[in-house]
């Protein structure tokens, strides 16, 4: 029986998107107070609708769950279906959705001070696409979703972004929409190819997880298309050489912008990998496994050494990124469970530790407009609080035991070692770089004496702030103390991959 929960938490921000043009309230300062509350209202409502999932999800079940399917339309040969699920590979990616998601709409306002309808209603769409993205059962539903996703951030960026955001938009719509139009082809061919149905019959279908669960692509022909569908997750990951369209985005978006890119946006490329490349491709998988460990690992030294270059505080963590990402390519294509494992993880802990990163810069240049390392120096001194949540989020980021990050990236590094123990002494380098570009950050915002007198006036974090940035140290916490919590939603799902790329290298 279809369960409603899903198309609710699909679409209910999609019904706010339409909410907040019809309201009838001015888009401009105090006059979008409606608008903002009636944004901040359907995001905690949205997540609040997740719970429910989370609780109803059984971790002992490897397939589908709460699954809805009604017919949408027909295409040729092939009926294309409005099917949502969630399974262990997609529970976690939903729950982070809808906390990020429902952080934003109450810590974007402050640095959003113009055409606040237009902002909402862009953003609302936006979690709308991502959580269609993570849901999505069907090929032509997946694509849709992910294309819904792609405009509201081209607008954002464009529009609320910086000096250069026209530049910083259009290369990352079109870095973007060259990887979509590759897997589109893709999709196209793959609904072209029949499935053995009961009777033994061919049956032609556009259904993700059947194929996923049967589909005998030749090898030949899997290779064309395991590239079509890489280099788009690839490039949406963003892994090295498809990297260079991320630190421009992050630099030119305003801060709830930044906040999404990196808690959510980017963690759509590495799902992707699993759930698509792995299981329906896993002759060609296997074959290109050895390189893809090769170009994670590239993403984890060059990144890192790119963020140790930067003096622009929001540019660091942006490039920060290209190196945690790094480690998930390297996990996913270690071909094993601790790998695997590992990989969803750190999705997660990366999630919340960069984003937070992002806010408490974002909240620091509300202050001081000014995003400079240099200007900054000894501003524990004034800001205690924001000290507490910069430090606490920085050993997050670069896997101080107990805390998130350490758990990803380790297991990440166990499963690696069993593949390939080369790469991964050479990964390995890339947490002792993490440590020293994010600590020498912080030392120099922080401490030693105030060189800066306008630094002197700075005020502390409010309880608003710090509200904000609590749910993101919570999870910092549980996901350091407590992994199994989330290790064991994503196991059974996880293995039944594992199982499908194993069962080729048998053959």
Known sequence: MDSPLLPILTFLP??????????????????????????????????????????????????????????????????????????????????????????????????????????????????????????ATDFFVFYVFWEVMLIPLYFVIGIWGGARRLYASI????????????????IIWITGMPLAGADGRDVFTSDILAHAAQSNIPPEIQTWLFLAFAVAFLIKVPAFPFHT???????????????????????????????????IFPDATRFFAPWLMLIGVIGIVYGAWLAWAQSDMKK??????????????????ALNAKGLQGSVIQMVSHGVATPALFLLVGMVYERRHTRAIADYGGVAKVMPR????????????????????????????LGSFMA????????????????????????????????????????????????????????????????TTFTSRTAKTLAQIQARVDASGQR
């Open 14 to 135: 999609l019904l706010g998107a339409i909410l907040v043009l019809v309201l009838p309230a001015r888009g401009e300062g105090e006059a979008a107070t409606p608008l903002w509350r009636l944004a901040q209202g359907i995001g905690l409502l949205t997540f609040l609708v997740s719970i429910p999932v989370w609780t109803g999800f059984d971790p002992d079940v490897a397939g589908p769950q709460l699954g809805f399917s009604v017919p949408w339309f027909h295409l040729n040969y092939v009926d294309v279906r409005m099917s949502l699920a969630v399974d262990g590979l997609s529970i976690l990616l939903v729950m982070l959705t809808t906390l990020i998601m429902a952080v934003v709409f109450f810590s974007a306002r402050s640095h959003v001070g113009r055409r606040d309808r237009e902002f909402l209603f862009w953003l609302l769409l936006m979690e709308c696409g991502m959580l269609g993205v993570f849901l």
């Open 171 to 186: 290369k990352f719509f079109l870095y973007t929409m060259a990887g979509s139009v590759l897997m589109l082809l893709a």
């Open 245 to 279: 369209w991320l630190p421009d985005a992050h630099v030119e978006a305003p801060t709830s912008g930044s906040v999404v890119l990196a808690g959510v946006l980017l963690k759509m490329g590495t799902y992707g990998l699993i759930r698509f490349c792995l299981p």
């Open 316 to 333: 660091l963590v942006a490039y920060s990124s290209i190196s945690h990402l790094g480690y998930i390519v390297l996990g996913t294509f």
């Open 386 to 413: 924001y000290a507490f949540f910069l430090v606490l989020a920085t050993l997050a980021s670069v896997g101080l035991p107990g805390l998130s990050g350490f758990i990803g990236e380790f297991t990440i590094l």
């Open 420 to 483: 390939n123990s080369w790469l991964t002494a050479v990964a390995a380098l890339g947490v002792v770089f993490g440590a020293v570009y994010m600590l020498s950050m912080v030392r120099r915002v922080l401490f030693g004496p105030i060189r800066n007198e306008e630094n002197r006036g700075l005020k502390d974090l409010s309880a608003r702030e710090c509200l904000v940035l609590a749910p993101l140290v919570i999870l910092f916490f549980w996901i350091g103390v407590s992994p």
